[in-house]
């Protein structure tokens, strides 16, 4: 008999592409079944603004609120249009953290001790690669499971 491998903690990166999408639905629709705690990041380029009277850039607090709220409106549109009105929202972590995206995916899952990162694939990484520069990134340095999914490719059969 085969062994499950438990699924207790999983890291969704969304960046709102049709495969980031996608991952959201497939990340959630796992976790559903698993019964895992879910958390769903956003990463951006770090927020700056320029204070004047400092003359240099400073992050403001005010900026991340915006970017955070902005997050939650587009996770909720997701929600209601996947349909995912049944999954347990208490089990669903919002992160909203700046830096380069890969790096910020790993940081998390390391922090979190995720068992499985699911992650959305645009397929425009380095040569003969098949995953976005990201994704492949995550997948190759990640210490837990990736998996990748691709919006809108045609099976081959």
Not at 75 to 85: H, Q
Not at 113 to 140: H, M, P
């Amino acid at each position: 008999m085969h062994k499950l491998v438990p699924i207790n903690t999983v890291i969704i990166p969304i960046d709102f592409t049709d495969s980031g999408r996608q991952a959201f639905y497939a990340g959630i629709s796992l976790a559903a079944k698993t019964g895992a705690e879910v958390f769903v990041l956003h990463v951006s380029e770090p927020i700056r603004a320029f204070d004047f009277g400092k003359k240099r850039y400073v992050e403001t607090a005010e900026t991340i609120t915006r970017v955070e709220e902005g997050v939650t409106r587009r996770i909720n549109e997701l929600w209601e249009e996947g349909g995912l009105e049944a999954v347990d929202r208490r089990k669903i972590h919002m992160v909203v953290r700046g830096g380069k995206a890969a790096n910020v995916i790993l940081d998390l899952a390391k922090e979190k001790n995720a068992d499985l990162i699911v992650v959305g694939s645009s397929g425009e990484g380095g040569v003969g690669s098949q995953l976005g520069t990201t994704s492949e990134k995550v997948t190759r340095e990640a210490a837990c499971s990736v998996l990748c999914i691709r919006a809108g490719k045609p099976h081959r059969g």
